[in-house]
């Protein structure tokens, strides 16, 4: 499938990499990627309402698993002030790097470098702990909810927030093939379907009356899929792994770029939250 832009664009690989950025040959991509994704309207949104449910008081300690490029660690450090601070957590050395060249919230932040899985905290030492698009990339996501569930204290707020690639979406011709997409998309990462069993996992740490809420992330140009989702990159990575028909990928894409031609490309992809309280 000879796609625009196809082999130029790694959002397809950068999305399946974030378990491993340190092993990747452009590591400053991943930076670039979330800032870009963190600045959509919907993405603001969605973080507006994950912060929402950590309940946050001034004086609170929080624990930000997988932080990424640390701004939700600054947002949540000003959010607890006075008194209170925020920490992040990541397995990846470029990431812990990227957080430390920008000024702390007056001191309140920290970054330290671990993996979600085994947390470098002693027991009952955070009053909220949160990860955001992160269990999506462990291969044991039931082993990090644990660890989390272990560093919080007793009536600590814990919220997850992830995709579920299952639900993305997008409009063509042949629905069948958007399908398939979809598949390819979940396939590419360690837990691509991780959006649903969100408050499951939370009920299975021992979390009771857990909460869920939905919201979506709706893309109307092929350019910013690309970029985000890796739409062509997907279609025609599949076509070389013999995953799909050259025939019908080819034809699924250049129907694509008619609908993006014309104002009609639409796809999108919904994410989950699921939050509790720490039993005391
Ligand atoms: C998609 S990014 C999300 C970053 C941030 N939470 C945000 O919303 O912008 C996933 C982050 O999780 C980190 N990560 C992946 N697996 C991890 C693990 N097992 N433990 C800790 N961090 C992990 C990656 O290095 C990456 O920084």
Redo the contacts with the bound molecule.
Sequence with gaps: VAANGVGRNPAARI?AT?????SARDRGR?GE??RE??ALTEVKRY?QEAFSLCELQPGQHVL??????G??VRALAARVQPGGSATG????ES?IEACSRHRPVDGATRFVL????SMPFEDDRFDVVR????L???ADPVA?VQEMVRVANADARIVL?EGDFDTFVIDADDLEFSRRVAQLRCERFRSGRIGRRLTGLLAQAGIPRVTASASSIILRSLEAANRFWGVEELVAEAVVRGEVSPDLGRRWLDDQRRRDGDGRFFCSLTGFAAAGRKPQ
């Design positions: 999305g974030f378990e491993n950025v340190d991943f990627y979330l994704f963190s973080k930000d698993v997988g932080c990424g490029v701004d939700d957590l990541d397995r990846s990431m671990g993996d979600g899985d990860a955001d698009r992160v999506v990339h462990v990090v927030t």
